[in-house]
């Protein structure tokens, strides 16, 4: 399960963050849900456009928290 707790916010939505990175709306959903994992390429990816380290979108947590 990958934390993007944006996504659903007014802020964020899932189409909006799936045709910025160029995946469909459901890879982002399956990622939330824990259905499926990204590649390395794609959690530099959303890490990138989320403002956030890696290990806080695996973790829910910065490094050394």
Do not use: H, Q, W
Request: charged content about 25%.
């Amino acid at each position: 399960e990958i934390r993007l707790s944006l996504v659903g916010s007014e802020m964020c939505k899932e189409t909006e963050v799936a045709m910025d990175l160029s995946i469909s709306r459901e890879a982002i959903s399956y990622y939330e849900n824990g259905l499926r994992c990204p590649n390395l390429e794609m959690l530099v990816k959303l890490s990138d456009y989320f403002n956030v380290s890696i290990d806080y979108l695996i973790t829910g947590k910065n490094f050394g928290e």
